[in-house]
């Protein structure tokens, strides 16, 4: 069965720092990942997405994801985190014979200190 | 206008009640789906449905059931809430392309507490 792990349930910056947030997947066939973010009392935003090609995708807000295959993972960076930045995020998987039906990691919180 | 629209957006209902949930969609997809959410555990598949005449049961549809009465419109009910059904609800919608490499359009989440 397909699963998902994030593996940092919490995680505290400095705002102006840079981030990485971890995503691992295991999945049967080939991986579509994503990465959405839920800022506080507001649903699912999508920040990026991998489907094929360039393993580097670039998202909104400056977010960046690089897909690995080797080590199955879907880490998500931003090279400066802005306060804004403070949220719920989530990494998600689906593939071409599970519909559109996504598995989602646990999530992480991010803080951003000032 | 969202174009994922839950209602209602909070709720909170006594133990044993019966409960739905609605959402609809603006975008012209044929698929949508129910997940709720807890703390540590993200989202979870409750139930989905890929056109009108289809449903299927998701990863935790036990004490869940849903109504497609249309392409933009999908209900969720709860026959008779218990309070492990508190959480945040969230509807989505998805365009049917024979793949899944399209992505998830999510409403803003019905939070409901069962007391």
Redesign the interface.
């Known amino acids: 069965a397909q699963s998902?792990t994030?593996p940092d349930?919490h995680i505290t910056v400095s705002e102006g720092a840079s981030l990485e947030l971890r995503c691992n997947y295991s999945y049967g066939a080939t991986p579509?990942l994503?990465w959405?973010v839920q800022s506080p009392g507001?649903?699912?935003?999508?920040l990026l997405?991998y489907?094929?090609g360039d393993t580097l995708v670039q998202g909104i807000k400056g977010f960046e994801a690089e897909f690995k295959r080797s080590q199955s993972s879907f880490n998500l960076r931003k090279p400066s985190v802005h306060w804004s930045d403070a949220a719920e995020y989530?990494c998600?998987v689906?593939?071409?014979?599970?519909?559109?039906?996504?598995t989602?990691?646990?999530?992480t919180r991010l803080m951003v200190k000032p | 206008d969202a174009d994922v629209t839950q209602t209602p957006r909070n709720r909170i209902t006594k133990t044993g009640k019966r409960i739905m949930l609605e959402c609809s969609q603006t975008k012209g997809h044929d698929r949508m789906y129910w997940y709720r959410q807890d703390p540590g555990l993200g989202l979870r598949l409750i139930y989905y449905s890929f056109d009108v005449k289809d449903i299927n049961k998701g990863e935790i549809s036990d004490g869940y059931s849903v109504s497609r009465q249309a392409q933009a419109k999908f209900s969720l009910s709860l026959e008779s809430a218990i309070p492990n059904q508190t959480a945040l609800y969230f509807c989505a919608t998805s365009a049917d392309r024979g793949s899944g490499n399209t992505e998830a359009f999510f409403g803003q989440g019905t939070r409901l507490t069962v007391v």
């Open positions: 998902v994030q349930i579509y994503f959405y507001q649903g699912l935003q999508l997405k489907f094929s989530f998600a689906t593939s071409n014979n599970a519909g559109n039906m996504l989602f990691g646990g999530g």
